[in-house]
């Protein structure tokens, strides 16, 4: 046999399109179950088995979340919509399927209908390992990028370790809680049926923050109008796949959906996404968020990392300050320490300066505590400014535990913050908040830097017995803490 005449016919065959390829097998084999391409409209090479089953098949129920939008919702003429009704349609019509939506009032009950058999698949289900003992998964088609959604008082946020001993509202049924937990056990976790109750339960202070699918709490936010709410993206929870989450008796049929998915092309997913991202805000004075909510998801859809977005976070700064409706949320970006979240040096100004005629007028005492961590710069000379910044916020976190809500705690500068402990009647009380602070200094020292004798020293000066003003105020309590440095060890001063 001529080999290279058979590989050129071979290669002449292979360049033969499916629906060719079914026209020749239509007009010369007459038995149709001897045929293997069949002329359908898609453009899957489905064979003759693959054929069979489908039709076979009965007509397959999706379940869906009726308030979820833009991913799945129930609009107004009563019908299933967003993004994954366009994934459903695609499969239905290339593997022409009947497919009938079902719809659900929360995550939990489409879940356990799922598992129990009473619907067939559904969408935007991350694959864990516990779910996959009783659901099979399609390979991943849409990516879910995490925000969280808080009121202006928690604006800033975007580190799980900063949310500690917040309420934090999860939808009920999600994989996030225990995600969550494992970063961070200390958070106060509330389960929530759906996003819009998740959303409420911020804007009634039922809930500090609440976490979701980025393009949901994008939607609810300009639907519900709660302009008074803050977006804030969450890098490290990182990118969610979503996936088509299957009944197992549906097995066969899942190779086929994938194969469906792999031909939606990158201009499709970006037609999908323009199609159901949130419309622009029209209003001037909310353009600062609709311009965060898009950078965010391009971002993301272009696999940039979330946190270049925030390292880029100053030049958003010039857009902040132009957007007249969130003043407040300017007023905390320039008023709280970039590293620790505590408050700067001008709010501590304010807040000192108001504290002083309050008192003047109750006719009361108060107390201001000045720190300082002795031998800090050589954290930084021998372990790097990163441990610095981790020494730093330790201490930070450490301390605001040892105080009130009423109280304040501001970063001073470097390495020194400030306590303004208010209606601080009991000399005693005071001296215990002190010591209590150097404990918890000094456990968080011994846990990041053991082998370097870092100490905290503190000044105590008295509202009026010290002085009357916010100026020689702070000036005592430094002076009185510049007196206790140099002994290496952690220590205290009144006058």
Request: with cysteine; aromatic share 10%.
């Amino acid at each position: 046999m001529n080999t290279h005449a058979f590989a050129l016919i071979i290669d002449g065959f292979n360049k033969i399109g499916h629906k060719e390829l079914s026209a020749l097998e239509n007009k010369w084999i007459l038995n149709s179950s001897d045929r293997v391409f069949f002329e359908t409209e898609t453009t899957l090479p489905l064979s003759s088995e693959q054929f069979d089953y489908l039709n076979k098949l009965s007509p397959l129920k999706f379940g869906y979340l009726n308030s979820w939008a833009p991913m799945e919702f129930t609009n107004k003429s009563g019908l299933f919509s967003g993004v994954n009704s366009e994934v459903v349609d695609l499969i239905e019509k290339q593997l022409k399927l009947n497919i009938e939506p079902i719809s659900f009032d929360d995550w939990q009950s489409l879940y356990s209908a799922l598992e129990k058999g009473h619907i067939d698949f559904a969408g935007s289900m991350a694959s864990t390992e516990t779910r996959q003992d009783s659901i099979l998964f399609s390979q991943p088609y849409w990516p879910s990028f995490w925000a969280l959604v808080s009121s202006i008082e928690h604006a800033g946020l975007f580190r799980l370790d900063q949310l500690a001993e917040l309420r934090v509202a999860v939808v009920e049924g999600y994989d996030l809680p225990n995600r969550i937990m494992l970063i961070e056990p200390n958070i106060k976790l509330i389960l929530v049926p759906d996003s819009q109750s998740g959303v409420n339960a911020v804007a009634n202070d039922d809930a500090d923050i609440f976490i979701d699918n980025l393009m949901t709490l994008s939607h609810l936010l300009n639907e519900s109008k709660h302009y008074d709410l803050n977006l804030s993206m969450l890098p490290e929870l990182g990118t969610q796949q979503s996936h088509l989450g299957f009944n197992h008796k549906l097995k066969y049929l899942i190779p086929m959906v994938d194969s469906v998915l792999r031909q939606v092309t990158q201009e499709e997913k970006q037609l999908f996404y323009k199609r159901w991202t949130p419309k622009a805000i029209t209003n001037n004075n909310h353009k600062y968020r609709n311009w965060l909510i898009y950078v965010s998801i391009a971002f993301a859809i272009s696999a940039i990392s979330f946190f270049i977005y925030w390292l880029s976070n100053k030049r958003l700064q010039a857009e902040v300050t132009r957007r007249q409706k969130i003043e407040q949320q300017i007023q905390y970006m320039n008023s709280h320490d970039n590293l620790t979240g505590l408050l700067n040096r001008r709010l501590l100004d304010d807040r000192l300066t108001s504290a002083v005629l309050t008192h003047s007028r109750e006719q009361t005492r108060f107390a201001v505590m000045f720190i300082s961590l002795d031998n800090f710069k050589l954290v930084n000379d021998t372990r790097g400014y990163n441990s610095g910044d981790e020494l730093l916020i330790g201490c930070a976190n450490a301390i605001a535990g040892t105080i009130r809500r009423s109280d304040t705690l501001a970063r001073f500068g470097g390495d020194e913050f400030v306590i303004i402990l208010n209606r601080a009647q009991e000399f005693d009380a005071v001296c215990q908040v002190a010591e209590n602070a150097l404990a918890a200094i000094a456990r968080v020292v011994e846990a990041k830097v053991p082998e370097i004798n870092v100490s905290a020293s503190i000044g105590i000066a008295f509202y009026p017995m010290d002085a009357d003003s916010p100026i020689e105020l702070l000036k005592q309590a430094d002076k009185l803490m510049q007196l206790t440095k140099g002994n290496d060890e952690n220590s205290y001063m009144t006058s």
